[in-house]
């Protein structure tokens, strides 16, 4: 069975600190995909990235990077320079493609004070 | 880009009544959607698997009686909840694929379901 695991239930920060968010999966699949949205108040869910399991490499995107690590089952995402408006609850998830079901990770709430 | 849109936005209704939501994906066609629940503070759980032309399929625990899934066209889901009670207050969303191009899940902007 799928599993993700997002241990970090809330962070606290203050503007302009680096900031990871930590994501842990499982599954027995050769072929998956990862993907990180995030939840602002208003309860739409943003689509950040999209990784399949081929492509270990790192993206950045402004101030948003993603670690992907094969060898221990994570795909962190990392904020760098935080800000207020990164405040939101983000949630980490995973589907044996990218057309089906998706299993969600508990979510971290991320608060960024000014 | 592709939009999957719901409707209402929000609802609130008296126990023992039915509520209908719609999930629409606007610019694109979507054999399969998915519905999910999410309580307050808590993650998104699956709650079925929408098919054009077929019946719905259920994940394990959810009541198929209660919640009535219809996709009766390639853009058009609909979830209804029979008979309501205060315990299916949640924050109900849909999501559609988009196979080509980017190959990835839409979600729609959520329906917010009350009951008295």
């Known amino acids: 069975a799928q599993k993700v695991t997002q241990a970090q239930t809330e962070i606290s920060v203050v503007e302009k600190e680096d900031v990871t968010l930590d994501c842990v999966y499982e599954?027995?699949?050769?072929?998956?995909?990862l993907f990180w949205y995030k939840q602002p108040p208003s309860g739409e869910l943003v689509f950040l990235i999209r990784?399949?399991?081929?492509?270990?490499q790192n993206e950045i995107s402004g101030r948003y990077s993603w670690n992907f690590q094969k060898s221990t089952s994570s795909f962190n995402f990392t904020i760098t320079a935080s800000q207020v408006v990164d405040s939101a609850v983000y949630f980490c998830?995973?589907?044996?493609?990218?057309?089906?079901?998706?299993?969600f990770g508990t979510g971290t709430r991320l608060l960024v004070s000014p | 880009g592709a939009v999957v849109s719901q409707h209402p936005s929000w609802v609130i209704c008296k126990s023992g009544t039915s509520v209908k939501i719609e999930c629409r994906s606007l610019?694109?066609?979507?054999?399969?959607m998915f519905w999910y629940r999410q309580f307050p503070k808590q993650s998104l759980m699956l709650m079925a698997t929408?098919?054009?032309?077929?019946?719905?399929?259920?994940e394990q625990g959810v009541e198929k009686d209660k919640f009535l899934i219809n996709h009766a066209s390639l853009t058009l889901s609909t979830l209804t909840v029979t008979s309501a009670h205060p315990e299916d207050s949640s924050f109900y969303i849909c999501?559609?694929?988009?196979?080509?191009?980017?190959?990835?899940?839409?979600f729609g902007p959520g329906t917010r379901l009350t009951v008295l």
């Open positions: 999501s559609a694929p988009r196979v080509g191009g980017t190959d990835t899940q839409y």
């Open positions: 599954t027995r699949d050769t072929t998956y995909y």
């Open positions: 990784r399949n399991s081929f492509d270990e």
């Open positions: 998830a995973l589907t044996d493609t990218g057309f089906q079901k998706l299993v």
């Open positions: 610019d694109f066609q979507a054999t399969t």
């Open positions: 929408s098919n054009e032309g077929s019946k719905a399929t259920y």
